[in-house]
């Protein structure tokens, strides 16, 4: 009986676990970048439909196609009063304002 080693055994076992180990690598090393991605989902949303809605006084119907992204946002609030846009997406939730005809829209704090 022979012994033969484990990666000539299981070659995509041991590619697997290579290629996952890396993955982690990345994942640590950018995860700064990747926890900021949530907020920018929402606060794009909220600031491209103020100043769709509010700047450039298109229709809401427009508005709503012209931000739609691939990743759904989960609560949309248009206040015409207040001229203020709130979005929520991926656990995070930005608002934005229209602040003048000259400055435009601006996200809130």
Same mark, same amino acid.
């Given at each position: 009986? /022979?012994?033969?080693?484990?990666?000539?055994? &299981? *070659?995509?076992?041991?590619?697997?676990?290579?290629?996952?180990? %890396?993955? =982690?690598?990345?994942?640590?090393?950018?995860?700064?970048?990747?926890?900021?991605? %949530?907020?920018?989902?929402?606060?794009? /949303?909220?600031?491209?439909? !103020?100043? !769709? &809605?509010?700047?450039?006084?298109?229709?809401?119907?427009? !508005?709503?196609?012209?931000?739609?992204?691939?990743? *759904?946002?989960?609560?949309?609030?248009?206040?015409?009063?207040?001229?203020?846009?709130?979005? +929520?997406?991926?656990?995070?939730?930005? +608002?934005?304002?229209?602040?003048?005809?000259?400055?435009? !829209? &601006? =996200? +809130?704090?």
């Amino acid at each position: 009986m /022979t012994r033969r080693s484990l990666v000539r055994r &299981r *070659p995509l076992s041991i590619l697997g676990l290579i290629v996952l180990a %890396a993955l =982690l690598g990345w994942i640590w090393r950018e995860r700064v970048a990747l926890w900021a991605f %949530a907020d920018i989902i929402s606060a794009y /949303t909220a600031k491209e439909y !103020c100043s !769709c &809605r509010y700047v450039m006084n298109s229709p809401a119907e427009y !508005c709503h196609s012209y931000v739609k992204q691939w990743l *759904p946002t989960s609560g949309f609030t248009d206040d015409p009063v207040g001229k203020r846009i709130t979005v +929520s997406g991926m656990g995070r939730s930005n +608002s934005a304002q229209w602040i003048s005809k000259h400055q435009g !829209c &601006r =996200l +809130s704090p």
